[in-house]
């Protein structure tokens, strides 16, 4: 499939781009203002979608649970849980790198792939992703993150690459700063509580965890939602992080 240029009206001038972008970066006040300037981004250098994640645990097979901000479609996701694709992604290219970007196409090369793998090609081309781009980055704490823009446009000069590469690094670092804030620790998790959030973390479902520990999908939620709630959460990817920052879970 042929890469496009992205169109003109999309780009901020070059000139201007990255100044712009890390200086609204650095004013960011909260996670809901810097999704905005990560979707002003992705927008920016030519991509249609963008995922920033913690890089999944070795075991996970499921992508959601590890997502803090996107712009992708939850139909996307859905169907990229369903087959288990976590394996033959992007996300799994770049999880044991450093910052080292990596950058990707679909091909026709797909087609000698295994069949799931030559479904996760069919699933990008269905929504016009032909290319992407990843970063990861390693806080100071050990804890890893991913950084993806998707889309339908040519490979990223070496310079364009590098301009993307410092703005990468800082929303990595605004991300941080955001999350640190919001960190509060003084709320213990019960001993279920624990469980179901470390299966989480693992990747598991509700219904899942709930066969591991001879519970009901129901009771699972529950429990969920009071780890999410005493953690001050929005979601279990969130709670994950902050359970694992509080040394709550492993």
């Keep these: 499939m042929a890469g496009k240029r ?35 981004v992705k927008t920016a250098f030519g991509f249609s979608q963008y995922c920033l994640i913690d890089l999944p645990t070795p075991n996970a097979n499921r992508l959601a649970p590890f997502i803090h901000l996107t712009s992708i479609p939850d139909s996307f996701l859905a169907a990229y849980d369903r087959r288990n694709l976590l394996a033959h992604s992007a996300v799994a290219r770049t999880s044991t790198r450093s910052f080292m970007p990596v950058q990707w196409r679909l ?52 310079s364009e690459l590098n301009e993307l590469g410092m703005v990468a690094l800082k929303i990595f670092s605004s991300f941080e700063r955001l999350r640190q804030q919001s960190f509060d620790c003084s709320q213990p998790l019960s001993a279920r509580e624990t469980e179901v959030a470390s299966w989480t973390a693992e990747g598991k479902t509700s219904a899942e965890i709930g066969k591991i520990l001879g519970l009901s999908e129901h009771t699972v939620n529950a429990y969920l939602g009071n780890a999410i709630r005493k953690l001050d959460c929005v979601n279990r990817a969130q709670m994950v992080a902050k359970a ?5 879970i492993r």
């Design 6 to 40: 992205p169109s003109s009206d999309m780009i901020i001038p070059e000139t201007e781009r990255q100044p712009r972008l890390q200086a609204r970066l650095r004013a960011s006040q909260n996670m809901d203002e810097l999704a905005d300037i990560v979707a002003e």
């Design 107 to 158: 091909s026709s090369s797909s087609n000698h792939l295994e069949p799931t793998s030559g479904y996760y090609a069919r699933l990008l081309a269905a929504f016009g992703i032909s290319m992407g781009m990843g970063f990861t980055f390693t806080t100071l704490d050990h804890w890893r993150l991913g950084l993806y823009f998707i889309g339908d446009r040519m490979e990223l000069a070496q």
């Design 244 to 248: 694992i920052r509080c040394g709550l």
